[in-house]
């Protein structure tokens, strides 16, 4: 596609329940990003992918957060047994190979209630 | 998480007026990028930066990547109302993978 989808773009669920956010990157795109942003709140780095290079998985907050990217297109982002702390907004970003612009979609916002 | 220091916090000026921001790190960056963030949106890229001490503009925009490599600013001249957002910095730490960390944003508030 022309940007960077994701979906859903709101989701509101149940505190303990697991949730699952998708990113489509722009095509072509081999580095994916998934970031957290609550209210108020700068981006918090959560993951990174690079090709078939094992993911930096440095600033996943807890093991309830996992990320899955297949091949150089669709990640899902997945949150098990959600807290109310976990409402924010996830956003993705992609960005061509060995170029650091990162493109961004316009963020999954997850309400856990 | 990791984020950079970003200064302001918040800026509420007139019309017409000239903003600056910068960014600050006591790490070392290969790259520096500038975005903004409208509400409800996902932030969009104003300004790349790749080498010490390269200024860069884009239209009233301006910015530059420090000589230590720990700093960057963004200047906005003559401001007008749909300047107004959030910006952040963003920077891609030397010697690691392409991972952004960014900073944690200068909300800009502009007057008619």
């Known amino acids: 596609g022309a940007g960077v989808s994701q979906s859903p773009s709101n989701k509101v669920t149940e505190k303990g329940k697991d949730v699952e956010l998708r990113c489509d990157p722009i095509?072509?795109?081999?580095?994916l990003y998934w970031y957290r942003q609550r209210l108020g709140q700068g981006l918090e780095f959560l993951i990174y992918?690079?090709?078939?290079?094992?993911?930096?998985k440095s600033g996943l907050p807890s093991d309830r957060f996992s990320a899955e990217r297949t091949g150089e297109s669709v990640s899902t982002l997945t949150i098990q047994r959600t807290q109310q702390e976990d409402s924010a907004v996830y956003l993705c970003?992609?960005?061509?190979?060995?170029?650091?612009?990162?493109?961004f979609g316009q963020g999954t916002r997850l309400t856990v209630v | 998480g990791q984020q950079l220091n970003q200064s302001p916090q918040s800026m509420f000026i007139q019309e017409g007026e000239d903003v600056s921001m910068n960014c600050t790190s006591s790490?070392?960056?290969?790259?520096w990028l500038w975005y903004k963030q409208d509400p409800g949106e996902g932030p969009v890229l104003l300004i790349a930066?790749?080498?010490?001490?390269e200024l860069t503009s884009n239209g009233r925009l301006t910015a530059q990547f420090g000589i230590t490599r720990k700093d960057s600013f963004l200047n906005i001249s003559a401001s007008i109302p749909s300047d107004v957002g959030i910006y952040f910095c963003?920077?891609?730490?030397?010697?690691?993978?392409?991972?952004?960390?960014f900073g944690t944003g200068t909300l800009l508030a502009v007057q008619p």
């Open positions: 970003a992609s960005s061509a190979q060995g170029d650091t612009e990162a493109f």
């Open positions: 095509s072509g795109h081999t580095a």
């Open positions: 992918f690079q090709g078939n290079s094992a993911p930096d």
């Open positions: 790490s070392i960056f290969n790259t």
């Open positions: 930066l790749y080498k010490a001490g």
């Open positions: 963003a920077g891609q730490l030397r010697g690691a993978t392409n991972k952004l960390i």
